[in-house]
């Protein structure tokens, strides 16, 4: 069974649309147009070649204009220009793998480059470029995770059901773009904090479990839709990017298996569920607003649970 989720014009008039990113342009001091050991570099031109962009950390959304963008500071062609959909090769002489994006906050199709790689973007991601990620871990590939009951996983499969697409999105950016779209994001910040875990939960599970496959054959973990929980790149707010901070290191279990809990907006939508197996949003908020933290909101609603 999958989450009863709110009607989302309810959800969406809370919606900002502020979207955190790793690093502003402004404290990334060690920007220089130098591709230096350990970076992260972009070329404006194909064969490494052009103007170069170099980072040392993460960044979810370029920015389209200046002053404010992140732009090439290299010598040569293409010097000054936003990056955002500008660059046609890359050279990663950091430790770790370095994955491009299509999308911001890590979405869409992607092209990895191995720790010392160096070569153009391919066809679908030059000149198409909107984000970059420094994976932590060799990225996993397929219809495989990297994670397990203890592990989160680095990322997770979305099918986009408009878009009759599979995109593998970083777990982290994944959860931060579904609760503002479950919870209300003016509720109280426990309420929120038990939606993060039971977000983070429920997407946990389905990333371990899933054998699910789209009408033209694709592997995936989880609808984009009702069906499973809403995901919407670019929703994420401040209050519920709090509530998924403030609770990352936070696994739910039972039995020593991740929960793969169940949530809708009222215990009335709820009662068709075993008891002990899902939550009422609006419930979260009225215990909330009462005073009970997040741990006791998710132990009245889920038996059995162990939350460490």
């Known amino acids: 069974m999958t989450p009863r989720l709110f009607a989302a014009g309810a959800a969406m008039a809370a919606l900002g649309g502020t979207v955190l990113i790793s690093a502003s342009p402004a404290s990334a001091a060690s920007r220089d147009g130098v591709c230096d050991d350990g ?4 070329y404006f031109n194909s064969d490494n070649q052009g103007s170069i962009s170099d980072f040392t950390d993460s960044v979810a959304d370029y920015g389209t204009a200046q002053p404010s963008c992140y732009d090439f500071k290299g010598a040569g062609a293409g010097k000054g220009q936003c990056i955002k959909n500008q660059a046609a090769s890359a050279w990663n002489r950091s430790s770790k793998t370095v994955r491009v994006y299509f999308n911001s906050n890590y979405g869409g199709t992607y092209q990895d480059f191995a720790a010392g790689a160096k070569g153009n973007l391919n066809s679908s991601l030059k000149n198409q470029n909107a984000s970059h990620q420094f994976l932590s871990s060799t990225p996993p590939t397929g219809c495989t ?20 697409r599979v995109d593998r999105v970083g777990f982290e950016t994944y959860v931060k773009n579904v609760l503002p ?20 939960s429920y997407g946990w599970y389905w990333a371990l479990h899933s054998t699910r496959k789209t009408p033209g054959g ?6 984009d839709t009702t069906s ?7 929703s994420a707010v401040a209050s519920t990017n709090s509530a998924v901070d403030a609770t990352w290191g936070t696994r739910m279990t039972r039995s020593g298996k991740i929960l793969q809990a169940h949530y809708c907006s009222t215990t009335t939508a709820c009662g068709g569920w075993v008891t002990g197996d899902w939550m009422s949003q609006y419930g979260s908020r009225d ?17 059995g649970i162990v939350l460490d």
């Open 145 to 164: 995770t990297d994670g397990t009951d203890s592990k989160l996983p680095t990322t997770i499969l979305v099918y986009r059901v408009s878009l009759n």
């Open 39 to 42: 970076e992260f570099c972009y």
């Open 218 to 223: 694709a592997c995936f973990d989880v609808y």
């Open 181 to 200: 779209n479950e919870w209300i994001t003016s509720w109280p910040a426990e309420s929120l904090k038990a939606g993060a875990v039971a977000v983070k």
């Open 228 to 234: 499973s929980q809403v995901y919407k790149p670019g």
């Open 287 to 303: 215990k909330a607003s009462a005073g009970q933290s997040y741990s006791t909101i998710l132990k009245y609603y889920y038996s």
